[in-house]
Nanobody
């Protein structure tokens, strides 16, 4: 079964940037749409962004213009570049196959003054 391992979380001040990456260990990556989700304390998990097999993208309204999702099929990796971070972006971030229940372990992103 394919697995997803992510990296790149951390703590930044408001207005700062972070880049998350997610690597697949399986052979199905290039055939599937991938997605980033996040979950803040006391809130439900929410979809942040999606990237299709050939690079088409979709974003939640609350990150549009600030975050960029991309993928590299040769490396079986996809990314979330997060700019202009705000305190409300503080959450645990997860990567996932959009159509399958395969999740990464999650990593904390904290934005605070």
């Amino acid at each position: 079964q394919a697995q997803l391992v992510q990296s790149g979380g951390g703590s930044v001040h408001p207005g700062g940037s972070l880049r998350l990456s997610c690597v697949s260990s399986g052979s199905i990556f290039k055939f599937n749409e991938m997605a980033w989700y996040r979950q803040a304390p006391g809130k439900e998990r929410e979809l942040v962004a999606r990237v299709g097999t050939a690079g088409s993208t979709r974003y939640a309204d609350f990150v549009k213009g600030r975050f960029t999702i991309s993928r590299d099929n040769a490396k079986k990796t996809f990314y979330l570049q997060m700019n202009s971070l705000e305190p409300d972006d503080t959450a645990v971030y997860y990567c996932k196959y959009f159509d399958y229940g395969i999740w990464s372990q999650g990593t904390q992103v904290t934005v605070s003054s």
